[in-house]
């Protein structure tokens, strides 16, 4: 099996700070930034105890493609990719909220809807709806990111009265995040996919609005098959899912979704390459490329290298 990344520690020229996420490793210099997409995987909130072949490579390359295939609505944050696992970029001043959007009702909103609420941060959700259903137009659901734990569910009104994004600012980036989903959901339409409800971060530099982290990705996003969608829909039948939702179904049917006193599944060598393989079908769906598997022999060394020659 290939060799996997579960963590970097390196010392940067100009390295002013490092932050280490569920999944990415990032460097903080002056004015840029440098991200490390490892093979960590998470699910309920926890970092699993084995990483996965090729992941942080495909999570890099389906982000660097779509940033650069939405540029000309908003810009964004990198400026080169100069490792399959790397991006660099400028350092953004975040802002503290993730722009959630949905198209349908899945996930997280679904499981509101089903226990009786009908509205969602703010937003009014029609009666008779069933799991997965198209919603009227594509509602944004926001959320206060946390630095430990969930992030929060927030309605527009609440972000503009505490003053957490100011409401003009605000106006742009529900602008910005219709319009990416919009191009998001066109793409995927012409590879006989849905885009089901994704996030985007934004942030600014230079005073400028931008597009930050990644987006698109299927651990940021839910995509349907379309060719089956409305077959599935009139029997009652989940849908086929290309997101990673795979894994959380995984552990929960092994017992386990992130709950006190409850034990992680042993994750065996069959159950991490099932996992490196559908995260490769994956890219050549949302991308309609072949995957490249680069070289695992010896990682970290070629990753600091090709952020020295870049920096």
């Known amino acids: 099996m290939a060799n996997t990344i579960t963590e970097t520690n390196f010392q940067l020229p100009g390295q002013t700070g490092f932050y280490r996420g569920k999944v990415r490793d990032v460097y903080f210099l002056d004015r840029q930034v440098v991200m490390v997409a490892t093979d960590r995987i998470s699910a309920f909130d926890i970092v699993l105890p084995k990483a996965i072949p090729y992941k942080g490579q495909v ?51 679904w499981r509101e809807y089903k226990a009786g609420k009908r509205t969602l941060c703010g937003v009014t959700l029609p009666e008779g709806l069933k799991e997965n259903d198209p919603l009227p137009q594509p509602i944004i659901t926001p959320a206060v990111k946390n630095r430990e734990g969930h992030d929060e569910d927030i309605s527009r009104e609440d972000i503009i009265a505490q003053g957490i994004v100011p409401e003009k600012e605000y106006q742009k980036l529900e602008e910005f995040t ?24 934004f942030g600014t ?24 969608f409305q077959e599935r829909q009139q029997k009652g039948e989940p849908q086929k899912q290309l997101s990673k939702e795979f894994v959380r179904q995984w552990l929960i049917s092994e017992g386990f979704q992130g709950k006190e006193g409850q034990k992680l599944p042993e ?45």
């Open 59 to 109: 999570l890099s390359q389906i982000a660097y493609d779509f940033l650069i295939t939405t540029s000309d609505i908003v810009p964004n944050w990198v400026t080169s990719m100069p490792d399959p696992n790397v991006m660099i970029g400028f350092r953004c001043e975040p802002y503290p909220i993730e722009m959630v959007i949905r198209g349908y009702l899945a996930g997280h909103a």
């Open 178 to 201: 219709h319009r990416l989903f919009e191009r998001g959901s066109n793409i995927a339409r012409e590879r006989g996919l849905i885009l089901v409800d994704t996030k985007y971060e």
């Open 205 to 228: 530099f230079n005073d400028k609005i931008h597009l930050i982290d990644e987006i698109h990705t299927p651990d940021s996003s839910r995509y349907f098959y379309a060719d089956d």
């Open 267 to 311: 994750m065996t060598d069959e159950i991490v390459k099932s996992i490196s393989e559908r995260y490769i079908e994956l890219y050549e769906h949302i991308t309609s490329k072949p995957f490249a598997r680069v070289p695992t022999e010896d990682l970290l060394h070629r990753i600091r290298q090709n952020i020295m020659n870049a920096l």
